[in-house]
């Protein structure tokens, strides 16, 4: 069984930078989708971004492309998302979450994923 735990969050002026980080357990993340999803107060979990098993495959929101980068370390078992030019609209909490099936695709819906972690605060001010 997988376990998620993020860090990284915090609290950070618009325009500045952020990464959040995701260690997993078990050597079998390296076979696993992973993406990052964030919810802010009042709203639904949204998709943020994903990257495929050997990170050869990487997807976007719209409102995050060109901004954020997730990235994974399979050798530190960790998944990343460096956040720059940061946005109030960006407040949310933002979590990590594993598909585990055998090297299924990365998704971009909440249910494609069935382990997550516990979530980390990020916050913008204006």
């Known amino acids: 069984q997988v376990q998620l735990v993020e860090s990284g969050g915090g609290l950070v002026q618009a325009g500045g930078s952020l990464r959040v980080s995701c260690a997993a357990s078990?050597?079998?993340?390296?076979?696993?989708?992973m993406g990052w999803f964030r919810q802010a107060p009042g709203k639904e979990r949204e998709f943020v971004a994903a990257i495929g098993w050997n990170g050869g495959t990487t997807y976007y929101a719209d409102s995050v492309k060109g901004r954020f980068t997730i990235s994974r370390d399979n050798a530190k078992i960790t998944v990343y998302l460096q956040m720059n030019s940061l946005k109030p609209e960006d407040t949310a909490v933002y979590y990590c979450?594993?598909?585990?099936?055998?090297?299924?695709?990365?998704?971009?819906?909440?249910?494609?994923?069935?382990?997550w972690g516990q979530g980390t605060q990020v916050t913008v001010s204006s």
């Open positions: 979450a594993s598909n585990t099936v055998y090297r299924a695709r990365p998704g971009v819906s909440p249910n494609e994923y069935n382990t």
């Open positions: 078990g050597r079998t993340f390296n076979n696993y989708a």
